[in-house]
């Protein structure tokens, strides 16, 4: 039986007359009713018997039946997969982060993404800016978000989160009365700032280098959670970009932006020459509108 003999045949099988299958089938009833004259012919077997004006089925044609239909059901699991590939609820998306937007905001993008998808499957892999870009280049990652700039010129990229290097401290530290924080005011007190390798060391040397003076670095990490939660058991100023406080709240910290200004930028990243999958599409799109509607909730943005 060839596949069309196969869908005419379980449409009369399921609706019990010519008429009806042709109207499932979208097509005419002489149409139906030729496809399975040729059907009979080919397999040179009667399957249907026509008693009192109506068909009904032989023998051999209840003995096909079951394997016919499993046929047509695996065809319509088919057709429902292809379609949640369409709409973005089907298959698997692998994401480097820099690891201070990978625990805030990405975290929470991915949590509310998955929860009406549970077809989709998130990889999300906390990385440093040089690693994602390197995760995406070689293909370990289909997307990335890392801190500005990016130049290798086979990624694509897009600005994805705006904001400015602030301070974490704590709720009674004597500058948290302060609404904004002059770099000036950091000298009296020790400083959390970034491992020499760390992407945003040269960011913080740079704005301090800048103000003229020397405070003391009395730790350094190479997360800004650890120097988020350092800064609320300590009297230190820690020196961070404010994502992951922008999606969570940690309890006895203040947030300050810090004068001068120092910008920052998350850019989405993605390789030129690969097509995106349509989870990714769909991803970046959830991505997008979450960060939008938390913009402007913290001091840092």
């Given at each position: ?24 089938l ?38 096909i ?18 379609q ?49 870009i ?70 913080v ?27 609320r ?5 820690a ?27 998350m ?5 030129k ?29």
């Amino acid at each position: 039986m060839k596949l069309r003999h196969m869908e005419v045949f379980h449409a009369i099988m399921r609706t019990g007359s010519v008429t009806a299958a042709a109207r499932i089938l979208n097509v005419t009833q002489p149409a139906v009713s030729t496809m399975l004259k040729n059907c009979e012919q080919q397999l040179g077997l009667k399957l249907f018997e026509r008693i009192g004006g109506r068909l009904h089925p032989t023998l051999e044609a209840e003995a096909i039946f079951p394997d016919v239909s499993a046929i047509f059901a695996r065809l319509d699991d088919v057709a429902r997969l292809t379609q949640d590939m369409v709409g973005g609820r089907f298959g698997t998306l692998t994401i480097g982060a820099s690891m201070a937007i990978a625990n805030g905001q990405i975290a929470k993008a991915v949590a509310t993404f998955i929860s009406n998808r549970p077809h989709v499957r998130v990889e999300l892999i906390p990385l440093t800016s040089p690693r994602v870009i390197e995760a995406v280049v070689n293909g370990e990652a289909e997307i990335g978000v890392a801190f500005a700039p990016v130049t290798n010129p086979t990624l694509e990229t897009e600005i994805l989160l705006r904001s400015e290097l602030s301070c974490a401290l704590r709720e009674d530290h004597p500058l948290a009365a302060q609404s904004v924080i002059d770099a000036a005011d950091l000298a009296a007190y020790p400083v959390i700032s970034y491992l020499p390798q760390a992407m945003l060391r040269p960011v913080v040397e740079g704005v301090l280098t800048d103000t003229g003076i020397t405070p003391s670095l009395s730790v350094q990490v190479n997360q800004s959670l650890l120097g988020i939660m350092i800064a609320r058991w300590s009297r230190s100023v820690a020196l961070v970009e404010p994502y992951l406080l922008n999606t969570i709240q940690i309890p006895e910290v203040a947030v300050r932006p810090l004068r001068p200004a120092t910008p920052l930028t998350m850019l989405l990243v993605r390789q030129k020459a690969a097509p995106m999958s349509k989870v990714a599409v769909q991803f970046i799109a959830h991505l997008k509108r979450m960060i939008a509607a938390t913009a402007g909730h913290h001091p840092g943005l």
